[in-house]
């Protein structure tokens, strides 16, 4: 199956033979040709699936038919995070660039003015998040009187995150005849109330969720919780670790784990929600560009990145829910990329990990890194009692130098 067959207008195509896009991939299959009849579409697809081109190639082929207007967008999308929008955007001004249609990124964290002017002049495309998108609405910057098409891209995302009542007073902004189209990794019921109340007889689309792309090889590293850290580093200490995504459960695990690589010598950058937008943003420019080869992030900061070409990623936390396990393992092998994802398992996580088997459908292999000193004992149990203390033949500093020696 190529792109041909959706008879796109002739900048588009041009703009795919530039970008080497041949084949649509499965969720472009199914989206395209509803999108492009302007049915509502509810896609169930994580990012790295190819769903950016799904809403947006059916959609430029619409805007473009009729012409560039450049005032009100004709069409928004909005999305969770500053990062994913500027992901949006990037994409769409590639599949965009041999037409006239204009297209504006808004997003927080950034200064309103050069937001205000774009929006002024006038453009075809809004690319949002919800919050700063309202505060233009509310000086009235921008009106959504002309929106024919509305994208909600990772909607789960934003429930989570607290978007809705943004989202709500959104949608109701925009004209009640338009076309919706809302993407989502899962599809929670808080998700289909939504897809209810906004959208007309959406066609469902949907990818396996639940299995990750097959380049993708998985292994669990067992692990007592004392020497994680430990085999963290050497493990990113191999030769074919190019690049490695690290996820950790908390922002507090996030700094240590970043912290302790850095005494190890290895180059890091870390993300996690308590980062201002423009840290995020630099930690972010370090990895792409290759100067930390490691970015070491909290769930939330890394849900929806697209990052070409990780070659590793690393579970240091187990993740809680089991699809957060499928979402952060997608990071690796993109659309033609191989990829491994290692996940350091400790006996309180199996539990965790049964249910992301049983998710699986199938068993991950349990590797051990030959050359790794397992049989360190943990401080916990080495810790000397008082008592011990004061037997000990070396006196109290010998009890306590010892212990020291192997908490090191
Ligand atoms: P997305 O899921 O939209 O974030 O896309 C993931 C990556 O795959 C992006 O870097 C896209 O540019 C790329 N991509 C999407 N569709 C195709 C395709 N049909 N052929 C090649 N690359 C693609």
Redesign the pocket.
Same mark, same amino acid.
């Given at each position: 199956m190529s792109?041909e067959q959706f008879n796109f207008h002739e900048p588009l195509r041009r703009a795919l033979r530039r970008?080497?896009?041949?084949?649509?991939?499965p969720i472009?299959v199914q989206a395209i040709p509803p999108a492009l009849e302007g049915r509502d579409v509810l896609g169930v +697809?994580? *990012?790295? *699936?190819?769903? *950016? +081109? +799904?809403f947006v190639l059916p959609s430029l082929q619409r805007l473009h038919a009729d012409g560039a207007r450049r005032r009100g967008p004709r069409m928004l999308v909005l999305a969770p995070t500053r990062e994913l929008a500027l992901?949006i955007t990037d994409?769409t001004r590639q599949f965009a660039q041999y037409t006239d249609l204009r297209t504006a990124v808004i997003y927080g964290g950034a200064p309103l003015g050069r937001q205000t002017d774009q929006l002024r002049q006038g453009v075809d495309l809004v690319i949002a998040t919800p919050g700063r998108l309202m505060d233009h609405m509310e000086r009235r910057n921008v009106r959504l009187d002309d929106v024919q098409i509305l994208v909600l891209d990772e909607a789960d995302r934003m429930l989570d995150m607290g978007f809705l009542p943004d989202i709500e007073s959104i949608v109701r902004r925009t004209p009640a005849e338009r076309q919706t189209m809302l993407f989502s990794a899962t599809m929670p019921s808080a998700i289909q109330a939504l897809s209810y109340r906004f959208m007309k007889k959406p066609v469902r689309v949907e990818i396996d969720n639940a299995r990750p792309p097959e380049a993708i090889r998985q292994q669990i590293y067992p692990v007592p919780k004392h020497l994680k850290q430990s085999l963290l580093i050497a493990l990113l200490r191999q030769k074919d670790v190019e690049s490695a995504l690290v996820f950790t459960r908390t922002k507090r695990h996030a700094d240590v784990v970043a912290r302790k690589l850095r005494q190890a010598g290895v180059s890091v950058t870390e993300m996690h929600g308590g980062f201002s937008q423009k840290d995020r943003g630099q930690a972010l420019d370090r990895f792409r560009s290759g100067k930390a080869r490691v970015l070491v992030a909290t769930n939330i900061a890394a849900r929806g990145l697209?990052i070409?070409g990780i070659s590793h990623v690393v579970n240091f936390d187990v993740p809680d829910e089991a699809e957060d396990y499928v979402h952060r393992i997608g990071r690796t092998a993109?659309?033609?990329a191989h990829g491994v994802a290692w996940t350091l398992v400790s006996p309180d996580d199996e539990p965790q990990i049964m249910a992301i088997e049983y998710l699986l459908g199938e068993k991950i292999e349990r590797v051990f890194l030959t050359g790794f000193e397992y049989a360190v004992p943990s401080p916990d149990w080495a810790k000397p009692s008082v008592k011990a203390i004061l037997r000990s033949p070396s006196g109290p500093q010998g009890a306590l130098s010892r212990w020291k020696s192997l908490t090191r």
């Open positions: 792109f970008m080497e896009f041949e084949d649509p991939t472009q +697809a994580q *990012t790295g *699936t190819g769903k *950016t +081109a +799904a992901q994409d697209d070409d993109r659309v033609q």
